[in-house]
């Protein structure tokens, strides 16, 4: 199976799990749509195109960091002493508040990510556009920049384990698959992650029609010896990877 290894560094970023509020969290790995996006805007695409995709890494640890946050409705009339910030709106001042929220930044991300694009053609273009973006690469948040220090063009091949095979990696590992290998070996966090959304033109919002659920693997876990699985090779180590 070809594939596009990217093997890329963050200094801190914050990969913002949606129903987190109080404290904004951090999922430990990139969603699957956070690195969708990034390679679209990097090629410069103006449709969607399918892909499957190998999500792993680590980081040394995690701050709380403090940022500035807003809360407003599209129609909430200003009233003082309720709102501290007046926008101008088509017929009436709008009403907003502004204050002080906590968020999770994750601290040194190194990211291994395999991309395999539904449409073959695409491998190249892939792989031009991460080079020579035609955006600011980022991952996360808009100021979330990342550093990419490989693309390559990989052959990924299913094998059976010969012996038990060491994650080098902390992963993302989709349920179906996850259940293949059993519970002693994966255990971790389960993760609904989102994939795909489409646009209302109607209210011009975003509708997810795809969640992806994986368990988050931890860098040391085991698969034993007779187990299929699907490996690249980076110099001397094999990698399992896990597409989605």
């Not at 003082?80 to 508040?97: Q, T």
């Not at 991309?115 to 080079?131: K, N, S």
């Not at 059993?182 to 209210?203: D, P, Q, V, W």
Request: charged content about 25%; proline content about 4%.
């Amino acid at each position: 199976m070809k594939a596009i290894r990217v093997v890329a560094y963050q200094t801190m970023c914050s990969y913002r799990k949606p129903t987190s509020f109080i404290l904004k969290e951090s999922f430990p790995l990139p969603p699957y749509s956070s690195v969708i996006g990034m390679i679209h805007s990097a090629c410069g695409f103006d449709q969607y195109h399918d892909m499957y995709l190998g999500i792993q890494g680590s980081h040394n640890s995690s701050v709380s960091e403090i940022y500035t946050k807003y809360e407003f409705g599209s129609y909430t009339k200003y009233e003082e002493g309720r709102h501290n910030v007046k926008l101008k709106g088509k017929e009436d001042d709008l009403g907003m508040m502004r204050g002080l929220g906590n968020i999770e930044l994750l601290v040194d991300v190194n990211l291994v990510l395999y991309i395999v694009p539904q449409e073959e053609a695409l491998i190249d273009t892939i792989c031009r556009g991460l080079v020579n973006p035609k955006n600011y690469l980022a991952l996360g948040r808009w100021e979330d920049l990342i550093r990419i220090d490989e693309v390559k063009k990989v052959e990924l091949t299913t094998c059976c384990t010969q012996e038990p095979l060491l994650m080098p990696y902390d992963a993302y590992v989709p349920k179906g698959i996850e259940r293949e290998f059993g519970e002693k070996e994966f255990s971790g966090s389960m993760y609904r992650l989102n994939k795909k959304y489409c646009i209302n033109e109607a209210t011009n919002t975003r509708k997810w029609t795809e969640q992806i659920e994986a368990k988050y693997v931890l860098k040391g876990s085991s698969i034993r010896k007779g187990k299929t699985v699907l490996l690249d090779q980076i110099q001397d180590r094999m990698i399992p990877v896990f597409l989605a």
